[in-house]
């Protein structure tokens, strides 16, 4: 499957609900837009603290800012309600199309492929195809709304203090590819023995009369056990990239910490930037470093889902060995029954 499109194949899902879809991502600028503005009268209030400006004037800055996070913070309800409404309604209309794809195929299919990896594939899946149609386009809308508001306001702070502190995130992009391009292997061999074990476990409540009366629950607990022990080290193998894939973020942003909290409180002390800037690059800084830790999750969201839409898609896509003709002829009348 990996040289199909895959999760392209989810795009016509879309289309009944693309005004949510809208509505949901403008909601989520709109929310972001609203933080960002948070910090920047934070900026105001600290240095008119600092000049020791009418106490009114700074209680009217804190008010400004509980009322955009209220505000922002109402339409970041909003905005999951409908993203996360609208990856439920995928998820049912997918799973109406697998059924309905699985009532026209023949019996040659059935006996290719087993029962336990057909429900293997219309659950799990099909869970890991929804959280990649609805979160994973919200977090990345996320990322990406909220990483460039915060990167404007830094701009405008400090130029070559915003430079200095993004230096170290530069390694992010290949890192994600190379963490993704794994988590796509791992998951979609995790995803496989799933569904062995799901076969195996069916075919012996299906079968359990064979298995009593040939005295076979010893050999049959043993295989299972065997195929639970691969699924716990494949399970353990994709771990161990999520182990390495958020220190690793993290460590990233952490060095851009370092750099404002050094240069950026250089700058204060020499009276190149105010105090209230500095407080505020920081928050900028964390709002921006966040969406880029987030972008881990979202990679991983979205490998889950094209190596499960993979493997639902090998459904969607079969086709029956016996086919109708496209244009049937009707048997001659009889008068009496047929032999």
């Avoid at 750099?259 to 204060?268: I, N, R, S």
């Avoid at 930037?273 to 921006?288: C, H």
């Avoid at 993979?310 to 003709?325: H, M, Y």
């Amino acid at each position: 499957m990996s040289d199909r499109p895959t999760l392209r194949r989810l795009l016509p899902y879309y289309r009944p609900y693309r005004r949510k879809m809208v509505l949901g991502l403008s909601l989520t600028v709109v929310s972001y837009a609203f933080s960002t503005a948070g910090p920047w009268f934070l900026r105001a209030a600290v240095d008119d603290f600092v000049s020791h400006a009418p106490l009114a004037k700074i209680w009217l800055l804190v008010g400004a800012m509980l009322g955009v996070a209220l505000v922002a913070g109402f339409f970041r309800f909003l905005m999951r309600q409908l993203l996360n409404s609208v990856s439920r309604w995928i998820e049912f209309d997918l799973r109406n199309d697998l059924f309905a794809k699985l009532e026209t195929l023949d019996a040659a299919y059935f006996a290719r492929m087993r029962t336990g990896d057909l429900m293997a594939r219309l659950t799990n899946d099909l869970s890991a195809v929804r959280m990649a149609a609805g979160p994973a386009v919200m977090y990345l809308t996320n990322t990406i709304a909220g990483g460039t508001f915060a990167l404007l306001v830094m701009l405008r702070i400090d130029v070559r203090l915003t430079l200095i502190a993004l230096l170290p995130m530069t390694l992010l992009p290949v890192s994600m590819l190379w963490l993704g391009r794994a988590i796509h292997e791992r998951f979609e061999a995790v995803q496989e023995q799933f569904g062995q074990m799901t076969t195996r476990a069916q075919e012996n409540i299906s079968g359990v009369r064979v298995v009593r009366a040939y005295r076979q629950e010893g050999p049959e607990s043993e295989r299972f056990a065997a195929l639970g022990q691969d699924y716990l080290q494949k399970q353990m193998r994709l771990a161990t990239l999520y182990g390495v894939m958020h220190p690793s973020f993290s460590l990233l942003a952490g060095l851009g910490a370092v750099v404002v909290l050094g240069l950026g409180g250089a700058m204060t002390i020499r009276g190149e930037i105010t105090v209230g800037s500095f407080v505020a690059f920081g928050l900028y800084l964390g709002m921006i470093t966040w969406p880029l830790i987030a972008l881990g999750f979202v990679t991983n969201l979205f490998q889950r889902g094209a190596a499960s839409m993979g493997r639902l898609l090998d459904v969607l896509d079969a086709e029956p060995t016996i086919v109708s003709p496209a244009a049937p002829r009707p048997l001659p009348a009889a008068a009496t029954g047929r032999t």
